[in-house]
Nanobody, 115 residues
C-alpha cells in the first residue's frame, strides 16, 4: 500500500502563506489523481484540490485564487501552495491518492491560521 508523508503545516497569521508537501512511496501515476483534503474540528473532511493523471486541476471554490496544487513527477511528490490564508482555512490537511473509489491517506498536517 502506498505511503504518503506530508510536511509543511504550522501556525500563520491571516494573510500569510504556507506550502504543504506530500511524498509518495510509489509512482503517483499509479493513481487516478492526487489530492489534498482537509478536516476542521467538528466538520466533515472536504476535498480542497486535486490533480489527475492528465493534469486537470480542480479546486474548492473557497480556495480558488489563493491555493495552487502542483506535482513533481520525477520525485513522486505533490504540493499545495496556500496564499492569503484565512482563519477558516484552519484544519488538518491530508494528502490523498485516489484510485477509482478508493482513497489512500497520509497522516495529516495541522494548519492553523490566526486572525
Amino acid at each position: 500500500q502506498v505511503q504518503l508523508v506530508e510536511s509543511g503545516g504550522g501556525l500563520v497569521q491571516a494573510g500569510g502563506s504556507l506550502r504543504l508537501s506530500c511524498a509518495a512511496s510509489e509512482n503517483i501515476f499509479n493513481f487516478n489523481a492526487m489530492a489534498w483534503h482537509r478536516q476542521a474540528p467538528g466538520m466533515q473532511r472536504e476535498l480542497v484540490a486535486s490533480i489527475n493523471v492528465g493534469g486537470r486541476i480542480d479546486l474548492l471554490d473557497s480556495v480558488k485564487g489563493r491555493f495552487t496544487i502542483s506535482r513533481d513527477n520525477a520525485r513522486n511528490m505533490i504540493a499545495l501552495q496556500m496564499d492569503n490564508l484565512k482563519p477558516e482555512d484552519t484544519a488538518v490537511y491530508y494528502c490523498a491518492a485516489h484510485l477509482l473509489s478508493r482513497r489512500y491517506w497520509g497522516q495529516g498536517t495541522q494548519v492553523t491560521v490566526s486572525s
